[in-house]
């Protein structure tokens, strides 16, 4: 039997009709993912399986120099055979790293390849099979092969949106691909210079001069409201904690004043900045009644002489430990004190809060959504299936599984999207042990329902992505 079969992680009869009958064919929102939007509207095609395979991606790389491939062969100037040389060499090491399962997964579903496993010895075959189907393997032909309806990018303010302009005028194109609303870099106020800089940029996006803290906020409104013609629906942070000081209207004056001149400010002068900008975002996004998301506790470019060499994702970053329990708290509160709390999806990268975030939810659901805030599937260094599955435990101790938007690939490579495969095995082969062993009940057809549900139906229903 090969490695990838058809009931590749499906431990149980259940589960295996679980994942056949009800998850295998339902279609995939991918509402939160790095795709290159130009990529798309060019419907670009790759010469080579390194181009669309290892190029941008620090999940290989962090796994190469771990086994002691040298960084010409990751991010260097090796020819492009030569870093799939080192990859092949690479994965058998990877054994119980999922991405040994990602990359066996990725080969059986979009080249066909099931027969062998990639190591030195084939990896020129399957360099050569690979490269011979690339050409009908452009990026507009991979969402469509992999069932894909909606892909929802990551962008920042300042960009102009016209490829998602173009992709919106292609009719025969039927793959939604909507932008997301990234303002992190604005936030960054502690490096005046950078700071200064993304102002600058952002001034000129948004025709406001920005002098004020005031004017700041208009520019960041004027895109906001850019992004919602567009029919932007959601907004994402990316953080390694929530902000939630208190401030007063005057002292955040005082400190985008300071920090405008070219001044350095303290860290918590910064963290008070951060807190208020944060706020009217949220507001911002309850009035347009987008899906807001925030990705918390990554601890990014620790490595100052690659950050220096490379540049940020790269493959240095990895999980955090500050607290986030009491500023997310303070933060969701202030938003629901004013009946401003939009709907929320709230990821954690530290396993140890899993609990922590998955009981924050209860205590701001209101009936009027269901499962308005929402704990988002595992993430990162979490989205494999023990992470996969201690994520879905505790939402199912604390919450409400059953009202999982599911998975988001998280990713920029178009070839992952069979991670949302191996989230729907996993989920299957949860739910089949558990019925097997009578913890649920011996009812297909109610688990099933369940299955679809937390798999497509329920983004379609909590998004609205289809209600234009």
Same mark, same amino acid.
């Given at each position: 039997?090969?490695?990838?079969?058809?009931?590749?992680l499906l431990q149980t009869k259940t589960a295996q009709?679980?994942?056949?009958?009800?998850?295998?064919?339902?279609?995939?929102?991918?509402?939160?993912?790095?795709?290159?939007?130009?990529?798309?509207?060019?419907? /670009?095609?790759?010469?080579?399986?390194?181009?669309?395979?290892?190029?941008?991606?620090?999940? %290989?790389?962090? *796994?190469?120099?771990?086994?002691?491939?040298?960084?010409?062969?990751?991010?260097?100037?090796?020819?492009?055979?030569?870093?799939?040389?080192?990859?092949?060499?690479?994965?058998?090491?990877?054994?119980?790293?999922?991405?040994?399962?990602?990359?066996?997964?990725?080969?059986?579903?979009?080249?066909?390849?099931?027969?062998r496993l990639l190591n030195e010895t084939t990896a020129?075959?399957?360099?050569?099979?690979?490269?011979?189907?690339?050409?009908?393997?452009?990026?507009? *032909?991979?969402?469509? /092969?992999?069932?894909?309806?909606?892909?929802?990018?990551?962008?920042?303010?300042?960009?102009?949106?016209?490829?998602?302009?173009?992709?919106?005028?292609? #009719?025969?194109?039927?793959?939604?691909?909507?932008?997301?609303?990234?303002?992190?870099?604005?936030?960054?106020?502690?490096?005046?210079?950078?700071?200064?800089?993304?102002?600058? /940029?952002?001034?000129? *996006? !948004?025709?406001?001069?920005?002098? !004020?803290?005031?004017?700041?906020?208009?520019?960041?409104?004027?895109?906001?409201?850019?992004?919602?013609?567009?029919?932007?629906?959601?907004?994402?942070?990316?953080?390694?904690?929530?902000?939630?000081?208190?401030?007063?209207? #005057?002292?955040?004056?005082?400190?985008?004043?300071?920090?405008?001149?070219?001044k350095s400010v303290s860290m918590e002068e910064a963290? %008070?900045? %951060?807190?208020?900008?944060?706020?009217?975002?949220?507001?911002?996004?309850?009035?347009?009644?987008?899906?807001?998301?925030?990705?918390?506790?990554?601890?990014?470019?620790?490595?100052?002489?690659?950050?220096?060499?490379?540049?940020?994702?790269?493959?240095?970053?990895?999980?955090?430990?500050?607290?986030?329990?009491?500023?997310?708290?303070?933060?969701?509160?202030?938003?629901?004190?004013?009946?401003?709390?939009? %709907?929320?999806?709230?990821?954690?990268?530290?396993?140890?809060?899993?609990?922590?975030?998955?009981?924050?939810?209860?205590?701001?659901?209101?009936?009027?959504?269901?499962?308005?805030?929402?704990?988002?599937?595992?993430?990162?260094?979490?989205?494999? /299936?023990?992470?996969?599955?201690?994520?879905?435990?505790?939402?199912?101790?604390?919450?409400?599984?059953?009202?999982?938007?599911?998975?988001?690939?998280? #990713?920029?490579?178009?070839?992952?999207?069979?991670?949302?495969?191996?989230?729907?095995?996993?989920?299957?082969?949860?739910?089949?042990?558990?019925?097997?062993?009578?913890?649920?009940?011996?009812?297909?057809?109610?688990?099933?329902?369940?299955?679809?549900?937390?798999?497509?139906?329920?983004?379609?229903?909590?998004?609205?992505?289809?209600?234009?």
């Amino acid at each position: 039997m090969p490695f990838i079969h058809d009931d590749f992680l499906l431990q149980t009869k259940t589960a295996q009709t679980l994942y056949h009958e009800f998850a295998k064919n339902e279609p995939i929102i991918d509402y939160h993912c790095h795709l290159p939007p130009d990529e798309i509207a060019t419907n /670009k095609r790759f010469e080579n399986l390194a181009q669309i395979w290892l190029y941008g991606d620090h999940y %290989k790389w962090r *796994a190469m120099r771990t086994n002691g491939i040298d960084e010409r062969f990751c991010t260097g100037n090796a020819s492009d055979w030569e870093k799939f040389q080192a990859w092949a060499k690479t994965v058998p090491k990877t054994l119980r790293n999922p991405l040994y399962h990602w990359t066996h997964l990725e080969l059986a579903r979009y080249f066909g390849i099931s027969d062998r496993l990639l190591n030195e010895t084939t990896a020129k075959s399957i360099w050569d099979e690979c490269n011979a189907q690339l050409p009908e393997l452009s990026t507009q *032909a991979i969402l469509q /092969k992999m069932n894909v309806r909606i892909v929802c990018t990551t962008d920042d303010p300042i960009d102009s949106l016209e490829h998602h302009r173009n992709l919106a005028a292609q #009719s025969n194109f039927p793959v939604k691909v909507l932008p997301t609303f990234r303002p992190d870099k604005i936030l960054f106020i502690e490096n005046a210079q950078t700071w200064n800089a993304y102002l600058d /940029k952002l001034s000129a *996006a !948004s025709g406001v001069d920005i002098r !004020s803290y005031h004017d700041a906020i208009l520019a960041l409104r004027k895109r906001h409201d850019f992004f919602a013609a567009h029919s932007c629906r959601l907004s994402d942070s990316g953080i390694e904690t929530m902000f939630a000081e208190d401030f007063t209207e #005057s002292e955040v004056k005082a400190i985008f004043d300071k920090a405008r001149a070219g001044k350095s400010v303290s860290m918590e002068e910064a963290l %008070k900045y %951060k807190s208020a900008v944060m706020l009217e975002l949220g507001l911002m996004n309850a009035e347009k009644g987008w899906t807001q998301q925030f990705h918390i506790g990554a601890m990014r470019n620790n490595n100052s002489r690659m950050m220096r060499l490379l540049g940020a994702d790269s493959g240095f970053d990895s999980i955090g430990d500050l607290p986030v329990a009491t500023p997310l708290a303070k933060y969701l509160n202030r938003l629901d004190d004013q009946n401003k709390l939009a %709907k929320t999806i709230l990821y954690n990268l530290n396993p140890r809060d899993n609990e922590v975030f998955a009981t924050m939810l209860g205590n701001f659901q209101d009936g009027t959504v269901a499962g308005k805030l929402q704990y988002g599937s595992a993430w990162w260094f979490l989205d494999q /299936k023990d992470g996969m599955e201690k994520q879905m435990n505790a939402l199912s101790n604390m919450g409400l599984l059953s009202r999982f938007v599911g998975m988001v690939t998280d #990713s920029r490579s178009f070839l992952s999207y069979p991670r949302h495969e191996y989230f729907r095995r996993t989920l299957c082969n949860l739910l089949g042990k558990e019925m097997e062993q009578g913890l649920l009940p011996d009812d297909i057809h109610l688990v099933g329902e369940m299955v679809r549900d937390i798999c497509y139906r329920n983004a379609e229903t909590y998004f609205g992505f289809f209600n234009d």
